[in-house]
């Protein structure tokens, strides 16, 4: 019997072979990949199945084996299609506006990258591709943008550039949208994002509410 995780052998499964995954448009591959990300939030980790996402999206579970392997694999290829870069685009010409243009892009997607992190915290630690695509899509990505504003901010000598609060403004801002669920119950949205800036990011880095 065949896990689900695992791929059905090769010659059951598929007489053809590799050669037919050109046949699954872009198209039709993001619909797998935000199929598996909804079942990813809705239900976790554990209860994605390849069948599952193969009857969502009407299609053979063959064909996501032939395409994906393993389930670890499919859910690495979702993360990493789906990569976006939330902050991308900030430039109010101060960092104290960029800080707070950042907490409302946060807060508007905060809840669906929660229950993402959430469903794949325990998978993650046991397979390294899960990972590292984990840290691709919701990671890197967001600490690269945030690193550029506060650049920005001491190019411009809004703050100096051995300021020792800017090393933990990623970890701060990242780390509340990550933790108020948690603690709260509840996600962190605009509001409570936009107030956690005001009342903890900008004074630690010296800026205040009419900057």
């Known amino acids: 019997m065949t896990s689900p995780d695992q791929a059905p052998d090769a010659a059951t499964a598929d007489p053809v072979g590799s050669s037919r995954r050109s046949k699954i448009t872009p198209e039709r591959e ?3 990949y935000e199929a598996v990300l909804d079942q990813l939030r809705e239900c976790g980790y554990d ?3 390849m ?8 299609c053979s579970k063959s064909t996501l084996y032939r395409q994906w392997k393993t389930k670890p694999q499919f859910v690495a290829a979702a993360l990493r299609a789906n990569r976006c870069v939330r902050f991308a685009g900030i430039d109010t010409g101060t960092l104290a506006g960029d800080l707070r243009l950042a907490a409302r892009a946060a ?11 959430q469903a794949l915290s325990h ?3 046991q397979d390294e591709d899960l990972r590292s695509a984990l840290r ?11 690193d550029e504003l506060i650049k920005r901010g001491v190019a411009r000598g809004e703050i100096a ?3 020792p609060a800017t090393r933990f403004i990623t970890a701060q801002l990242m780390g509340v949208v990550r933790a108020r669920p948690v603690l709260e119950g509840k996600h962190a949205d605009e509001e409570y994002l936009s107030d956690f800036v005001e009342a903890c990011v900008l004074p630690a880095l010296g800026l205040t509410r009419s900057t």
């Open 123 to 125: 998978a993650v630690l």
């Open 107 to 117: 807060g508007e997607w905060s809840t669906q990258d929660s229950m993402l992190v």
């Open 47 to 49: 209860s994605v199945t």
């Open 51 to 58: 069948e599952g996402v193969a009857a969502t999206t009407r």
């Open 136 to 146: 691709e899509a919701l990671v890197e990505p967001e600490t690269k943008a945030l």
């Open 30 to 32: 993001q619909e797998f």
């Open 161 to 163: 550039a051995d300021h």
